[in-house]
């Protein structure tokens, strides 16, 4: 067995400076720059009883997600991984199962030029710059950018680009903003420090003069007279915007800055920071609270489809029960997974026979956990095979998997190492087909893997 460890030593630059060394002897010196990785703990599939978005109304009665807990990934990599269909929640990034979700959530994104201007944004925005002092647009023609002009120029209004730092102001916010919109009395510093503060990215955002100066998450606040009004909180990415959350004081709720937020983020976005989309998050087609955002002109990323990114309208008409793709597609998905169980076992070592889920019952519905334990017992460790998005056992099995490049820090060891593929445990060596079925070859050689 050849096993390589790493003795390492961290500079000021967040640089590790290794001795890399094979029985002692030493081989080669190797820097590795932990604020390039990708440090992400092991996989978990995770099922909640209570879903925010139906509250148990639907047949199906569970929130299924996919997701692991990430301490570093650059700008990049989370591009690359909403790409993937994730989203990130503090520190945790994650995505469901559409065939499996009491919600079918997708990834959407829009920009300028999918967005259409109505009757409804119209008044939004000239009821808001009525409200700050500016003239509403008494114009049959309404010029959206001369609108928008209007407000980031106005002197009673100001939209600041701030690092997401917590502080007792927006905590406050923030805590008044849940309770009197969401009814949740279980708010706490620590809880919005964990949700709209912490993220992974090794630096802050930063915009300035309306130009990215740096990528990453930031807070941008709304004040009017220098009050803190709103925050919205928004990852700025190579490929676009990306909102993560907003909130606002429920005393203005007549200027509908929900609705003002999204337009003035799309807008800022494409023109003003001159980058592609707008991710809007999640949409569920039967959640009310979600489906306004296809107002919006969205796209819609279809996870069986290679994520391609479909328009609304290609969604409607292809959609049957709000699942973005035929039996047939899914059915062809299920049997390549079924043809490489026993060689994935007898050849490669490992077992994913307890995870294969069968997507259809005996009646053609798809399987709902009242049918079958799909949670494989409790351990959310064990990843479902038929999982839409995520790469098919045939792709797996013909994986070179001793070429990877991805380390492993061991929690009990306290040290990094490279995995070896064929000496590890059927145990690891399935963890590591679960990463690159999840995130794919070259995300994957970019990690370390915290276990």
Known sequence: MNQFYFFVLIDDNNNI?????????????TTINLSEKLILTRPMYISDK??????????????????????NFTPLQYDKLIQLGFRR?????????????CCKMYTIRTNSK??????EFKKCINNFNKSIGNEGNTNKQFDLNKEIQKIFTNEFFEIRNETP?????????????Q???HKDKTTSAKSFKRFLCDSPFPEYGEIKDHKVIKYGAIHQCYYLKNQLIAIAVLDVLPSGLSSVYFIYDPDYNNLELGKLSAILELIYCNEFLKLDHYYMGFIIESCQKMVYKQKFGCEVLNPLDNYKWYSWESYKEIANDELLFTKDQLLKFEDKNREYLLDLKDIRGVD????????????????SPKDKDLDNNGNIYDIPVNFPGLKDLKQVYEKNFESIEILNYSNSMGRLRFFNF????????KVLMNIYRIIGDELMNESILII
């Open 50 to 71: 209570d879903c925010g978005y139906c509250h148990g109304s639907k047949t199906i009665k569970e929130s299924i997600s996919l997701g692991f807990h990430v301490e």
């Open 165 to 177: 730092e917590f502080t007792d102001l927006k905590y406050q916010l923030y805590d008044k903003y």
């Open 89 to 101: 929640s503090g520190t945790f990034l994650y995505k469901t199962n559409v065939l499996r979700n």
């Open 114 to 119: 999918l967005f259409k201007i109505n009757k």
């Open 352 to 367: 994913f026979i307890k995870e294969f889920d069968e997507i259809y019952n005996d009646d053609g519905d798809l399987f």
């Open 179 to 181: 309770k009197k919109i």
């Open 422 to 429: 064929e000496d590890e445990t059927p145990t690891i060596k």
């Open 17 to 29: 400076r290794i001795n890399l060394k094979k029985s002692n002897v030493k081989i080669r010196m």
